[in-house]
């Protein structure tokens, strides 16, 4: 973790966001490198104030700043560094990014904001931060190919890894689905968001938590106790 980009993702990835980080020269740095962490193996985004050596990339836009009169403006002088590199961030993170991932990214804005929809919004705010993206990759896809059983089934796949998803042969829009984990409020959220999102209108799902339902023939799921009822 080096670049300013970098830092912002490893940021965003620790639950913080872009606007609560103040960008800042540092006052210990080392010439070689752009962060300035006491650690240079650091992994983790400690504080909301971020300091960084701006003349290892950026000397041409700060270095007369810099140079100014030590006591000239202070506050002024640290609120310009800090506007500029939130813009220059900007650049850095859509330096190479090609329009598919721009769409990603505007999906992820909208399903946050509730401008793709309202309902989603409350229940994609319980989807962990490092699995957004996925989920507005699926959204997108959806959109340029329709909905079917398979996007929903990668969709579960991507919250629920362990989950096992059965379709009736007899009938093909009923669907069984059995999650490994205990009910909690935090997996029904992501569950209702994805059926919302991605599950076949046509289709009918019926869920069983923690506990599998009965198959003969398959030990695991004919134990003692450990049998829901279908």
């Not at 000397?59 to 009169?69: N, P, Y």
């Not at 939130?86 to 992820?108: A, S």
């Not at 059926?195 to 799921?221: M, N, Q, S, T």
């Amino acid at each position: 973790m080096n670049f300013l980009w970098d830092i912002a993702l490893r940021a965003q990835q620790q639950g913080r966001r872009e606007e609560e980080l103040f960008f800042c020269q540092a006052k210990d740095y080392s010439p070689f490198y752009e962060q300035s962490f006491s650690c240079l193996n650091e992994t983790k985004i400690r504080s909301d104030t971020v300091e960084l050596n701006l003349l290892y990339r950026f000397a041409d836009i700060f270095q007369d700043i810099l140079a100014g009169e030590a006591g000239e403006y202070p506050q002024f002088k640290a609120r310009l560094i800090d506007t500029a590199l939130h813009v220059i961030l900007h650049t850095d993170l859509y330096h190479g990014v090609t329009r598919r991932e721009i769409y990603i990214h505007k999906l992820m804005e909208e399903l946050e904001n509730g401008t793709f929809w309202r309902e989603a919004a409350e229940k994609y705010r319980w989807v962990p931060p490092r699995r957004r993206s996925r989920i507005a990759t699926l959204v997108l896809n959806q959109m340029q190919t329709g909905a079917s059983v398979m996007l929903f089934r990668r969709a579960l796949v991507v919250l629920f890894p362990d989950a096992v998803l059965y379709r009736l042969k007899a009938e093909p829009e009923k669907l069984l689905l059995y999650l490994k984990e205990s009910r909690s409020q935090s997996a029904q959220q992501q569950l209702a968001l994805i059926e919302d999102l991605f599950l076949p209108l046509r289709c009918h799902l019926r869920v069983f938590w923690k506990y599998h339902f009965g198959i003969i023939g398959v030990d695991d799921a004919m134990r003692l106790d450990e049998i829901a009822i279908y």
